[in-house]
């Protein structure tokens, strides 16, 4: 059909805006981000030159790149597993109605409502050398030495552990909430009918539900690498990627060394490399959320 | 093979209001083709789940094959159960569906095999093994449903309204098929329906249940030719017997009792009806009356004149009709029930 002219203006004047936003916010930085990575550019500088693959030949020869590199994979990978399990268990919990069901899924959407740098600062104190609630509470059991207490953010190992734990705890509820829906969009008689033909508990869960939800399951796990790979707020408040770089995750070390380090055309480097696997994983979500619409 | 209890069975949802299900004592008979027959809400979908173990009783026993099960989860009762909806698992071919129940009493893949086999080419369904779900039609999941059933040799049949999601001109044949594919392996089965067609042709007995609460208990031909109240006389039979208003009784007939004076014979009460409407349904016609006047004036009743009949009646048409004697029955105004036969002075 035909349009008359005024429609045409006004359809396009309509558009403009959320095509000016997407452009500015999304497409200029991006494109800045990859001239960046190529060039030679710093904070105080002011003008561009080519260097070609200089930016990056320089961070893939720092270790603390290549550490950052492995911590990126070991945090998003372990943070997704520990979610994805509890997110599993706690669906399970909530599924069926109990006496104050509500106020529990409150508490549990709580870490995802409240603003992660509050909650990580939350967790800074809890862990701190000195204060850690968490420490006390470990000696009051005995299990740790009260004038020896382990040191949360301080030791390589523990703080990597920490970092993955209080992000896992600020994903949990995100993922809790959609396996919940997929679960109770399971019918009722199918479990039902898996406890007449005589099956218990695990197999039911494992042969019967679970395969039934991993379309969902899916699309929870690439919502959460996502968020996870391209997440520097745990990592920036708790330990600032140390001690001795021992936690930093790519987007924190492309901060680091591309604004604070002031090195931008390295920071810019360090973030390029992120999108060859963010689209890896993009194209897998679009593919399961397709492959969830057919079936 | 068992038979199936139940003493005193009883489920109240919301404490304070009457039960879903009351009180409820049955038993079956070895082999037995029960159904549960009721409206929406009669209580018949959770005594059967409770019998099933998926629903837990308030008060009283379930007993299989005399053994108590009340307290045992679903899969110690060694039933197998029907879904309204099949409840097939979606992401399993039919073969591995059928399987499950093996899988799940831990048979050996070597002896899981043949039975699977057997239970398929039992129900037609050899050829759709390796298919899922969502690939077959509704008469086909149906018989995988059933086929997942028999596998492990049951000892109670549960069926929840198998057939109600089949179009009419299927239900009839999957009917038939059922009462064939019982009477084949002979295993003891309740089946719930609200279809009184389903319930008429199929059940050895037939338990008429309303609000949770057991109306009677017989054969086909004892509920609707002896109902115990009035409930059951005019859930079953459509249109629903005609009960006319007499004193502190209240005397009802099946529509097909009623017919032109000038047709019965034998000791009959005869009554003058200005006909209100004619249907013609092909196989028979169904009149709507009135009667025309006397102590029971006005009062309405429902016909059906078979079509080998070929007497003429019209709307606005005043006609003499007739009951044979035996075909009354009388119910107490004040409950419902059943009581003794009595003359009647129709006009």
Not at chain 1, 170 to 188: E, H, N
Not at chain 1, 236 to 249: A, F, M, N, W
Not at chain 2, 121 to 129: C, F, R, S, V, Y
Request: glycine content about 8%; charged content about 20%.
């Amino acid at each position: 059909m035909a349009m008359r002219r005024g429609d045409r203006w006004l359809g396009a004047a309509m558009f403009v805006p959320a095509l000016l936003y997407i452009v500015g916010l999304v497409g200029v930085p991006l494109i800045l981000a990859f001239l960046y990575s190529v060039g030679d550019v710093t904070v105080g500088s002011v003008g561009y030159r080519f260097v070609g693959l200089a930016n990056f030949r320089s961070v893939l020869q720092s270790s603390a790149f290549r550490g950052a590199l492995v911590h990126s994979f070991v945090f998003t990978v372990s943070a997704q597993l520990i979610v994805i399990v509890g997110a599993n268990i706690l669906a399970l919990a909530l599924r069926d109605p109990f006496r104050g069901r509500g106020l529990v899924r409150f508490l549990i959407l709580l870490p995802w409502v409240a603003p992660i740098s509050l909650g990580a600062i939350g967790w800074k104190w809890m862990l701190d050398s000195i204060y850690s609630v968490v420490n006390w509470g470990l000696a009051r059991l005995h299990l740790v030495k009260p004038f020896d207490p382990p040191m949360w953010l301080g030791e390589p190992t523990l703080a990597m552990i920490s970092v993955i734990l209080v992000h896992a705890w600020r994903m949990l509820p995100f993922s809790t909430v959609i396996l919940l829906a997929g679960l109770t969009a399971i019918p009722r008689d199918i479990p039902e009918a898996a406890a007449v033909d005589g099956a218990g508990f695990w197999r039911t869960h494992f042969e019967i539900t679970l395969p039934m939800m991993k379309p969902i399951i899916a699309v929870a796990l690439l919502f959460g690498i996502i968020f996870t790979f391209t997440d520097m707020t745990v990592v920036y408040i708790l330990t600032r990627g140390g001690p001795y770089d021992s936690t930093h995750v790519l987007p924190s070390y492309a901060f680091f060394a591309g604004i604070l380090g002031g090195s931008l055309a390295e920071g810019a480097a360090v973030s390029v490399f992120l999108v060859p696997i963010l689209v890896l994983v993009a194209w897998a979500m679009l593919r399961v959320a397709h492959r969830t619409e057919v079936v | 093979m068992a038979t199936v209890e139940t003493r005193g069975l009883t489920k109240v949802f919301t404490e304070g209001k009457l039960g879903a299900v009351n009180d409820v004592n049955l038993l079956t008979r070895e082999g037995e083709f029960m159904v549960f027959l009721g409206p929406s809400g009669s209580g018949k979908t959770t005594l059967l789940r409770m019998i099933a173990g998926l629903e837990e009783p308030t008060r009283g026993d379930v007993l299989i094959g005399g053994r108590v099960v009340t307290r045992l989860p679903p899969r110690e009762r060694r039933i197998a159960m029907v879904f309204q909806s099949y409840a097939l698992y979606p992401h399993l071919s039919v073969y591995k569906n059928i399987a499950f129940p093996l899988r799940a009493q831990r048979v050996p893949e070597p002896q899981r095999r043949p039975k699977v086999e057997w239970a398929a080419a039992l129900l037609g369904i050899g050829e759709l093994l390796e298919r899922k779900p969502r690939e077959l039609s509704g008469g086909e999941r149906q018989r995988v449903a059933l086929a997942r059933a028999i596998v492990r040799e049951p000892s109670v049949f549960l069926l929840d309204e198998p057939l109600s999601n089949l179009d009419a001109k299927l239900r009839a044949s999957a009917r038939e098929e059922l009462t064939q594919f019982h009477k084949r392996i002979g295993t003891t089965t309740i089946y719930v329906t609200h279809d009184q067609v389903e319930a008429m042709a199929m059940g050895d007995r037939i338990v008429v249940l309303d609000k949770g609460v057991v109306r009677q208990v017989g054969s086909p031909r004892e509920v609707y030719d002896d109902p115990a109240d009035t409930f059951v006389a005019t859930f079953l039979g459509s249109p629903p017997m005609n009960l006319i208003d007499h004193g502190d009784v209240l005397a009802g007939f099946r529509p097909e009792h009623l017919l032109p004076a000038a047709l019965v014979e034998g000791p009959a009460v005869s009554i003058t009806v200005r006909v209100t409407g004619v249907e013609y349904l092909g196989n028979e016609r169904v009149l709507y009356a009135r009667i025309q006047d006397g102590r029971f004036a006005e009062q309405r009743l429902i016909g059906r004149l078979p079509s080998i009949y070929r007497v003429e009646i019209d709307e606005g048409e005043v006609v003499r009709l007739a009951i044979p004697e035996h075909d009354l029955r009388f119910f107490a105004k004040s409950d419902g029930r059943r009581t003794a036969p009595r003359s009647l002075a129709w006009q």
